[in-house]
């Protein structure tokens, strides 16, 4: 991937001192402290850290999921920090796609129901449920599971699943936290597979969450929270790309 290419267009996630403080108990605790980044279109990026360390805080944000205490969070240029839920709703219906550790498949759908789902809820449908869906698990090699149950597939092929459900209403961005910490190693390069593939194939930006280093070093670029801060990668003041560059 070329960095130069990249700087050149706008970010499309953008983080200004993004603070997140929590009460737990009588206590404050503050689970991010002024995180800044910028991530673009079309990377796959690593967040790592350890336990505790403020990784799915991010994403939540990042996601809408939750809102900060304090700072900005851009999606496409449009800041949605401040915005109501029904406006945050359409945001991530129409941008962003969520893959979780737990697969949360609906047991009683098969595996083409379950991804036709979001399509049939989406209030602007910009496909028919049942040719996107078949077309999805195609792409994510799953083509002889349509009428397959949760409990009829793998690990693996539910997280698969799972993915494709995420990318139906065709969001420009995927995010991914611990999608491979339920699976085997095996299981969880297929699935790594599975979103290089969804990134080149249809230029989607991944954003994943993970404790496994060595997964995290596949991405384009790392970032690595330590106590709710980024840490600058060692000798810079940044994040380290997959091609040995550094960026801010």
Same mark, same amino acid.
């Given at each position: 991937m070329s960095s130069k290419l990249e700087i050149e267009k706008p970010p499309v996630i953008h983080a200004s001192k993004v603070t997140r403080e929590l009460k737990v108990g009588s206590h404050i605790v503050r689970a991010l402290r002024g995180v800044n980044l910028d991530i673009y279109p079309n990377e796959m990026v690593g967040i790592i850290g350890p336990s505790g360390s403020g990784k799915s805080t991010l994403l939540g944000i990042i996601g809408g999921l939750d809102s900060p205490t304090e700072g900005t969070i851009a999606i496409d240029g449009v800041d949605i920090t401040r915005m109501k839920e029904g406006q945050l709703t359409d945001i991530r219906n129409r941008k962003i796609g969520f893959v979780f550790q737990f697969f949360n498949l609906i047991p009683t759908l098969t595996a083409l129901e379950n991804v036709a789902l979001p399509i049939e809820f989406a209030q602007q449908r910009r496909r028919k449920p049942f040719e996107r869906a078949k077309e999805l698990l195609d792409q994510l090699g799953?083509?002889? /599971?349509?009428?397959? /149950? !949760?409990? +009829?597939?793998?690990?693996? =092929? =539910? =997280?698969?699943?799972? %993915?494709? /459900?995420?990318?139906?209403?065709?969001? !420009?961005?995927?995010?991914?936290? +611990? !999608?491979?910490?339920?699976?085997?190693? /095996?299981?969880?390069?297929?699935?790594? +597979?599975?979103?290089?593939? %969804?990134?080149?194939? =249809?230029?989607t930006t991944v954003v994943l969450v993970t404790h496994d280093q060595s997964l995290a070093e596949r991405m384009d670029r790392v970032l690595t929270l330590v106590d709710g801060r980024i840490e600058p990668a060692k000798g810079s003041g940044g994040a380290t790309t997959k091609d040995g560059q550094m960026r801010d």
């Open positions: 799953l083509g002889g /599971r349509f009428h397959h /149950r !949760p409990n +009829e597939l793998s690990g693996g =092929q =539910q =997280q698969r699943v799972a %993915i494709a /459900r995420a990318l139906a209403n065709d969001p !420009p961005i995927l995010l991914a936290d +611990e !999608p491979t910490g339920n699976l085997d190693s /095996r299981s969880g390069e297929n699935v790594l +597979e599975a979103l290089s593939a %969804i990134r080149d194939e =249809q230029g």
